[in-house]
């Protein structure tokens, strides 16, 4: 199998090492995150059995443990592990920098690490450990006569953002302790130093609480819910098992099958502990006031009524006027502050819904005693005393940007997700909180991929423009976060994640001036068989070489690339799903007729990538209309729309008609968006054109009464590319579009590579 990946793959460097004794060069150094300086010089140091790590402070001894396992565990040998100077050593200086930095020296003698704290240390390791060869990361190499060695180098790196964060939700669905460790190791590989664990939500209570046995006895289990029933509905229309729930993470009780798991606390020391040992601090979520229905369902004496449901966006929050249940939620952080040795400590705060508190006799009353105007200030009293109550304890306050609705204290951190808040980050460092980005357009890892996604995430820029010196020393780095409504197992979690991690910790890590999109996607193939090593499900990247429609005229070439090494692409014609006995591509197809191909990517182990359906449309030119001539711009309808489909649009009411010079939302269009667009396209000359259509959310864009672009339905930012042959003049182009609250609509040309360029204004005319 491995074989396979480095036949295909003679440019990856980090394979190179298997024929090395040459001086290291350039190709052979796949750090990521990129280092901030790198020298290499003449030859190698070689892992041997019997050396030994050695440690300068007894504080480092869980550092050099740690590197005892990765070297042990790929190698077969024997590593020892003492205080003092070794064959590799292990050091702490105390330097001012941003918590992380290191220096490494490699010389054929000796491996130096010295970091500026602990996890400065762990990210020298981590930077030798991808020095290695990705065989080291197999225990099943264990002995096999492989020559295990780092190239000589010295390197200087420090981190820009303090904070490199990954938030994990266990609460829709759950992991089990193994899998969270497994998650810890691949932080750890890419440099990231806060997990974030959302560890109870409406759909499941995850920690022991003793004090409140039920939250786990009962909160933390279910009869299956929407998402459970969607996830096997899509393992089955997907083919793709890994929608499947583990048969691990169900039970049966009194007949019904539930579904859940929770961490015992003893469980959870020990995660924080391998956190700690990898330089990672845990910060816990308990999500309050909303967010709670697993806690109020079984302690409803906490909740304004004793029937609490769901209303008309989110679930009963808890009752921050009855003096009970605000003792109940402090109760549970209490017992949270002695698990998790971190400061910090999040309190949620998201998506409280406040009808119950309007109605509430013991909630009004709370406002009239606090002369607390609206249900909003409530909720920023509920967190300002949650807030007091954590300072007592030593720690430190993290909510989600919604903390800032209704007054902010001065010392608490937001962590911004609403890319429709946009002004929360500006707002909260201009009072001096500080900020974590982790937004959800961008770095919310539950959204579904495509070829931009990764791509998204590496040229995304967490420090928003036009903060002044002081404010951006208040944005303490960036986060993604995975919510895992549609993410049933471990297995799904990784291919969601995985290789967005390795763009996030460039983002975290490497100054914007020093970011290279072509270097990292190279590094990122580099690192898949490290990955393949590891057992972690990747993302096969994006076939390439197609739009989601194609015209031709007279014969067609089907040309599909992955840059991925050791992918085999199988396909269909008859719209049925690819498995490995389906056709397998070996070489540009040709077509005459109109065709319609699905592909699929396996992975030399037989995991498959995404279908991705494409279209061959054998293509007359279409004629020009003989219209009159026409204005410039494009005509703008603006429906008072709120749903799910563009199709529903144009039978909503009217708000209003605007000119717009291209594709466009027109600036006074706001709130509910159903969005139609009239006009013409003017094609310059005879030609196949590619209409590369962004929105957020759904979109359709028809020309000559042909749909030639489907990017209908709810979702998050998402361009799908369709082509269309057309005569010189002008056709008839309509273009449909909703969301809510102000999203995205973009059309530009694309080339075959997804490139994409605006029209110039002069194609479209009304
Ligand atoms: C969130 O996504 N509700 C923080
Ligand atoms: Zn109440």
Redesign the pocket.
């Known amino acids: 199998m491995y074989k396979q990946i480095l036949t295909a793959c003679t440019l990856s460097g980090a394979l190179l090492f298997h024929s090395c004794s040459a001086p290291a060069s350039k190709q052979e150094i796949d750090i990521i995150p990129q280092p901030k300086s790198i020298e290499t010089h003449t030859g190698h140091f070689a892992v041997k059995n019997n050396q030994t790590i050695g440690y300068a402070d007894a504080k480092l001894e869980p550092a050099a443990r740690y590197l005892q396992e990765l070297l042990a565990r790929g190698t077969g040998y024997t590593v020892n592990v003492a205080e003092g100077k070794g064959d590799i050593s292990l050091s702490v200086t105390a330097d001012q920098g941003i918590p992380g930095a290191y220096t490494l020296e490699v010389t054929p003698k000796e491996v130096r690490i010295t970091g500026n704290t602990y996890g400065g240390v762990i990210s020298g390791i981590e930077t030798v450990r991808q020095l290695l060869p990705p065989a080291i990361e197999n225990a099943a190499n264990a002995g096999r006569n492989t020559e295990w060695s780092i190239p000589a180098v010295s390197i200087a790196d420090a981190p820009r953002f303090e904070w490199r964060g990954f938030m994990l939700d266990v609460s829709h669905h759950f992991y089990t302790k193994e899998e969270v460790k497994q998650v810890l190791d691949l932080m750890a590989l890419y440099k990231l130093n806060k997990f974030h664990w959302h560890l109870t939500d409406d759909q499941g209570w995850r920690i022991e609480i003793k004090r409140y046995p039920l939250l786990t006895e009962k909160g933390a289990w279910r009869t299956f819910n929407k998402h459970d029933r969607g996830c096997m509905e899509l393992a089955a229309t997907q083919d793709n098992p890994d929608y499947l729930l583990p048969e691990s993470k169900l039970k049966i009780m009194e007949g019904d099958t539930l579904y859940g798991g929770f961490y015992t606390q003893e469980d959870i020391k020990e995660i924080v502990a391998y956190a700690a040992q990898r330089g990672i601090d845990v910060l816990p979520e308990i999500d309050m006031p909303g967010?709670f229905l697993a806690a109020v369902t079984h302690y409803s004496h906490v909740s304004c009524s004793d029937k609490p449901g769901w209303g008309k966006m989110f679930s009963s929050p808890v009752c921050p006027g009855k003096d009970e249940a605000l003792e109940f939620c402090k109760n549970v952080y209490s017992e949270v502050f002695g698990l998790f040795p971190y400061e910090y400590v999040h309190l949620?705060a998201?998506?409280v819904e406040k009808t119950n508190w309007k109605k509430c006799p013991d909630c009004q009353k709370r406002m009239r005693q606090h002369g607390l105007k609206d249900e909003n200030e409530l909720q920023a009293w509920f967190v300002k005393d949650m807030e007091k109550f954590f300072n007592a304890h030593g720690k430190r306050l993290i909510g989600?940007d919604e903390i800032l609705d209704g007054g902010l204290s001065p010392t608490a951190t937001i962590?911004w997700?609403?890319n429709w808040a946009g002004d929360a980050v500006p707002k909260a460092t201009a009072q001096g909180n500080h900020a974590i980005i982790?937004p959800?357009f961008t770095l919310?890892f539950d959204a579904q991929q495509d070829k931009k996604t990764l791509r998204n995430v590496y040229d995304y820029e967490p420090v928003p423009e036009g903060l002044d010196e002081k404010q951006k020393s208040c944005i303490l780095g960036a986060q993604a976060?995975v919510?895992c409504e549609w993410i049933p197992s471990f297995e799904r979690m990784q291919y969601m994640t995985m290789p967005r991690i390795m763009a996030l910790s460039e983002i975290c890590w490497v100054e914007p001036s020093s970011k290279n999109w072509e270097n990292f996607r190279d590094k990122m193939v580099a690192h898949l068989p490290r990955l393949e090593e590891m057992g972690v499900n990747y993302r096969i990247p994006d076939l390439e070489g197609f739009h989601s429609t194609n015209a031709f005229i007279g014969e067609g070439t089907v040309e599909v690339s992955c840059i991925a090494p050791g992918i085999r692409i199988h396909y269909t014609t008859d719209g049925s799903v690819p498995t490995e006995q389906s056709a397998l591509y070996t070489g540009p197809i040709k077509v005459t007729e109109t065709t319609d191909f699905t592909f699929r990517s396996f992975r030399p182990n037989g995991k498959k990538g995404d279908m991705v359906k494409t279209r061959y449309v054998k293509s007359e030119m279409a004629p020009a209309t003989e219209a009159p001539a026409a204005e410039d711009g494009l005509k703008a309808v603006w429906h008072e729309y709120r749903g799910s489909s563009c199709k529903e649009i144009e039978s909503a009411p009217v708000n209003g008609e605007y000119i717009v010079p291209d594709v466009r939302i027109p600036e006074e269009v706001k709130g509910n968006i159903g969005l139609v667009l009239t006009g013409y396209f003017d094609a310059p000359a005879d030609s196949v054109y590619t209409f590369a259509l962004l929105s957020d959310d759904g979109s359709l864009l028809y020309i000559d009464n042909e749909l030639i672009v489907d990017n209908d339905g709810p979702h998050s930012p998402r361009e799908v590319i369709g082509q269309k042959a057309l005569a010189k003049g002008l056709h008839p182009v309509k273009i449909l579009y909703f969301d809510y609250n102000g999203g995205k609509l973009q059309m530009q040309a694309a080339d075959i590579n997804g490139v994409t360029t605006p029209f110039p204004a002069s194609c479209f005319k009304h």
Request: aromatic share 30%.
């Open positions: 967010h949620g998201d998506e989600w962590m997700w609403r982790t959800n919310y976060n919510w």
